[in-house]
């Protein structure tokens, strides 16, 4: 399971929500792709249309994709969206990962 917290499913409907009719996003795509200082780094993008290749969740009326590689490495993931005074973004929580940077944007297993 991946789950969006409602903060992070707000901040998503909101962008989607502005995007012009014609081009708006179906959903997320979260992924994991092998980078970063500590091995592997996450992966946000909007998805223009849906892909039966992909696992689809459906969190906070928000659709998230995900491919079956980067599923093995973000089970029990919570994508989070922050906005402090000096940081503001999208957070992953991953309970598997052993390992992350300094800037929380890569981790390892």
């Known amino acids: 399971m991946l789950d ?54 459906e969190c906070h009326g928000v659709s998230v994709y995900v491919d079956a590689k980067s599923f093995l490495y973000l089970m029990g993931t919570e994508i989070d969206y922050i906005d402090e005074l000096n940081a503001s973004g999208f957070k992953f929580n991953n309970p598997t990962a052993k390992r992350t940077c300094g800037c929380g944007e890569s981790f390892s297993i």
């Open 4 to 57: 969006l917290t409602e903060a992070a499913a707000e901040k998503i409907k909101s962008i989607i929500d502005s995007k012009p009719a014609e081009s708006k996003p179906v959903g997320v795509k979260a992924a994991v792709q092998g980078g970063g200082c500590s091995g592997f780094k996450y992966l946000l993008e909007f998805l223009n249309e849906h892909d039966d290749s992909l696992r689809v969740f």
